[in-house]
């Protein structure tokens, strides 16, 4: 299993990013995926999660209407997209998973930087 984020960067406040997280080694289409991040200092938050079927959507507090989190199952891959960024969403993102029916375990990627700062 791997997921491979990319898209992260430097972006002024009130900026765009688009994440991207491309993931291999498993049914990408029958499974849920998240977005988290971590900002130094802090423990990591959930961000964002969509579902397998359906797409449903949720979303931390912090960035409801700002961010969206897609899918493209041809892809196997899911994005994140984050518009009219603050400093305080300034962390490291990772995009993650689990597998498993009975044992349940977890994966993670590597991790994007975001930086919005001016």
């Known amino acids: 299993v791997q997921l491979v984020e990319s898209g992260g960067g430097l972006v002024q406040p009130g900026g765009s990013l688009r994440l991207s997280c491309a993931a291999s080694?498993?049914?990408?289409?029958?499974?849920?995926m998240r977005w988290y991040r971590q900002a130094p200092g802090k423990e990591r938050e959930l961000v964002a999660a969509?579902?397998?079927?359906?797409?449903?959507?949720s979303y931390a507090e912090s960035v409801k209407g700002r961010f969206t989190i897609s899918r493209d199952n041809a892809k196997n891959t899911v994005y994140l997209q984050m518009n009219s960024l603050k400093p305080e969403d300034t962390a490291v993102y990772y995009c993650?998973?689990?597998?498993?029916?009975?044992?349940?375990?977890?994966?993670w990627g590597q991790g994007t930087q975001v930086t919005v700062s001016s």
């Open positions: 080694g498993f049914t990408f289409s029958r499974v849920g």
């Open positions: 969509i579902t397998s079927v359906g797409g449903s959507t």
């Open positions: 993650y998973t689990r597998l498993g029916d009975g044992t349940v375990i977890s994966y």
